[in-house]
């Protein structure tokens, strides 16, 4: 509690001054939204929305401000403020402007692109390449497409094996011509590298790894020396930019070690699923989950540190994989902020004015929920709400499907062979099939939403019932499926839709909730704008300067 009272405080300090002396726009109680801070939120609006300097937005930005004043001085937070989910949120805002500001000193600063490289990147700028690839995930699979290629196999071929995506399947990976600044920059600085004919190997960009052939390139006849002075300030940029990914991990590199991290089965497996706090206490003292060097993590601390972050972060840990990504996540934001700390950029005043920030758009969105959230909708609203969205309300539609993955096209097409002779789905499915808790019950998923199987669920509804389809590429796997039932939309009745017509209702009508909320704290509170002060000041935008006029 003592916590969150420091927080409102210094909450206050940006948004509020009792000092006569200083220009106000707006009044509320005992309160007043500074001229300063008023101006500098405007100019960040006009930013972030494109919009032009209006009175109408001048107008509305003073009163969001005045209604934020409003809520949080001369209403009931008591609720918010011993909400364990906004501490939680409230701690990690502020070691992501922490990090954010390690970064911008550490890496972003650093990054440099000289005269060569610019000039460089120009003159690629002017050029066109023809290309074809092959992907691969892995390296594994790269290399072997490579050794494939070089025993004679043709791009044709293999990329009928390699994609999913129907035209990339059908052109032998052909893309076509691109210019610089199209691609992944990786996968340009090979291709730009390499002369017609030429194969690469492997190659590892952002999503994978690519085998490039170039088939053509089409230099500009002539450049100028004027055509790169006026191009060179934007291509300078766009070089930053393409430097920011390799910056950020080799500095990664340097504090954090993979090799040294070392996860056990066991204890990630006990992560995965329901586990009580106390459950971990009392089990997880001797099973470890994670060592890092010498330092070793059980269930216990891993529990611990995974209950700190916010639920959003924590709903995206679904499985083991998610779980080695949030542990390792955990790992390296300690490492960084240690040094962050070590080097005073946690007290730095853009960081402290960024946290001040990131808390008080933390304590608006909680209390817009909680308004929201809390408002009671009259049963004749619902009703009439339900009246007009009835084609909403149907069950959706459901499919109940059994699944073999794998790991190559090649044993999948093996399998479908053996089930197509006659061989039992259940039982392959339990020898071959990589997802556990499916292979376990025979390939059955059970019945499901039809959402749940993602770009799959068109080719799933279609399928003949009871018939083996596929081989189909899941997540770096291949699928064989099954469809046993197929259930079709059906109406549903109001009682049986009534929670989720209310949460429809309150996301549609959010903002007409929170202004009934609003004009109910009006009755108690006095507010006041300085219409001449907001309609008279002069932004500048040629100087980048905001002032008043004289």
Known sequence: MRRMLLVLAA???????????????????EYHVRFDDYVKRYREYLFTSAMKDNLVTRRQVAQNMAHELLLKYYDDNSAIENNPEYEKELEWARNQMILGYLKD???????????????????RSKEKIAARHLFAPTLAEAESLYAALMKGASFNELARRTFTDSTLKSNGGYLGYFSWGDMDPVFEDSAYSMQPGQISRPVKTARGYSIIKVEDRKPAPVLTENQYLNARRGIERILRINKKRPAEQAFLKQHFDEGKLNFYEQGLSRLVGPLSAKEAEEQGRDVKVVSYGDRVFTLADIKNELERIPRNVQAAIVDIPSLKAAIKGLLIQKALLDE??????????????????????????FKFNQVVQAYTVADSTLRAYYNEHEDEFRSPRRLEVS????????????????????????????????????????????????????????????????????????????????????????????????????????????????????NNLYKKTKISYNNDLIKSFVLDETNDRISKEQ
């Not at 292979?439 to 998923?445: H, K, L, P, S, V």
């Not at 959402?451 to 009871?466: S, T």
């Open 11 to 29: 909450m206050a300090l940006l948004f509020s001054c009792r000092e006569e002396t200083v220009p106000v726009v707006a009044t509320v109680g």
């Open 105 to 123: 000193q550490e890496v972003y600063a650093r990054i440099t692109a000289d005269e060569r490289e610019v000039r460089l990147a120009f003159a």
């Open 340 to 365: 962050a700390r070590e080097k005073g950029y946690a007290d730095a005043p853009i960081v402290r004015e960024k946290v001040q920030t990131a808390y008080n758009n933390l304590f608006l969105k």
């Open 403 to 518: 699944e073999i993955l794998v790991a190559s096209e090649d044993k999948a097409l093996d399998l479908k062979g053996r089930l197509l002779q006659g061989e039992d789905f259940g039982r392959l499915a339990r020898q071959h099939s990589l997802r556990k808790w499916s292979a376990e019950r025979g390939g059955a998923m059970g019945l499901s939403d039809w959402q749940r199987f993602g770009l799959l669920r068109g080719k799933l509804w279609k399928a003949p019932l009871n018939k083996v389809v596929g081989p189909w590429q899941v997540r770096g796997m291949y699928g064989l499926f099954k469809v046993t039932r197929r259930l079709e939309p059906q109406q549903q009745p109001f009682e049986a839709v009534r929670d989720e017509l209310v949460q429809k209702y309150k996301k549609d009508y959010e903002w007409k909730i929170m202004f009934i909320y609003l």
